[in-house]
């Protein structure tokens, strides 16, 4: 029930709704006194959530800074998160990959550099409904293979939909592996947070590495503060899913 009411609340609080269900109601109030009023504030909406400097500036604040490969150190396995595959489209002879990926091939790059000696691919699948031949964490895995990885280097977790379901399994994983003492976690940066808090709460005390920056480098030009983005009502939607998860995360108890 709460994987479902997860979903459910995606969907509600997505900032367009906002705007969407304020714009509307004043189409419905035009005639009383609150139509013009929430006329303003569905323009104020749109100014802000097209802003990209004021979305970058909260990404900034909100996604876990990088970590260079000397603060990271060596440590026995890497446990990458899924969330990055498409499962729903054909044809299946190949996994797709959406953004995110950088999870993916920082994983490989710290393999390669000698940072984690293996590598542990937790997810199944975050879908509501659908069939799925394949578990997010075994598309990721066969990847990696393709990329050279040793088989016996690639542990699967398969049967995750959350990322408290993640640490849960993940320590289960590990508990079958007394030989891996240390772990990093790898996952999206606006999402380290509440990944590392989930793993903390189940006794896990994983050094992280966060990938897949949605933020980029603060610019002092006008062109950054003034010029409407695209791409920012996304932007503010995932985080502000992020955000929400997080709240309800800890309200839960499941992060530390």
């Known amino acids: 029930m709460f994987f479902i009411l997860s979903k459910l609340l995606d969907f509600l609080i997505s900032p367009l709704v906002w705007v969407v269900a304020v714009l509307v109601l004043a189409a419905v109030l035009r005639r009383s006194k609150w139509g013009p009023r929430l006329l303003l504030l569905g323009v104020a909406l749109l100014l802000v959530l097209t802003n990209g400097a004021l979305v970058n500036e909260a990404l900034l604040a909100?996604?876990?800074p990088p970590v260079t490969l000397t603060q990271l150190g060596?440590?026995?396995?890497?446990?990458?998160?899924t969330g990055i595959t498409k499962g729903r489209k054909s044809p299946h002879d190949?996994?797709?990959?959406e953004q995110g990926a950088d999870r993916?091939?920082?994983?490989l790059w710290l393999y390669r550099a000698g940072r984690i000696r293996k590598i542990i691919v937790s997810g199944g699948s975050g879908a509501l409904g659908g069939v799925?031949?394949?578990?997010?964490?075994?598309?990721l895995g066969i990847l990696l293979r393709l990329a050279g990885v040793p088989r016996q280097d690639i542990l699967l977790e398969t049967r995750s939909r959350n990322t408290r379901e993640n640490a849960l399994n993940t320590q289960e994983v590990l508990a079958q592996h007394p030989e891996i003492k240390s772990i990093v976690l790898i996952t999206s940066a606006f999402h380290e947070r509440r990944a590392v808090g989930c793993f903390r709460r189940v006794g896990l005390a994983p050094a992280v590495f966060p990938a897949s920056y949605y933020s980029s480098d603060?610019?002092?030009?006008?062109?950054?503060?003034?010029?409407p983005s695209d791409?920012?009502?996304r932007l503010w939607s995932i985080l502000i899913h992020e955000m929400v998860g997080y709240a309800v995360y800890r309200v839960q108890g499941y992060v530390a």
């Open 132 to 139: 799925r031949t394949r578990s997010e964490a075994e598309e």
């Open 94 to 97: 190949r996994v797709y990959v």
């Open 74 to 81: 060596r440590h026995d396995a890497g446990v990458l998160l």
């Open 62 to 64: 909100w996604e876990i």
């Open 231 to 233: 791409d920012a009502p």
């Open 218 to 227: 603060r610019q002092a030009t006008l062109t950054y503060w003034l010029i």
């Open 104 to 107: 993916l091939l920082h994983t």
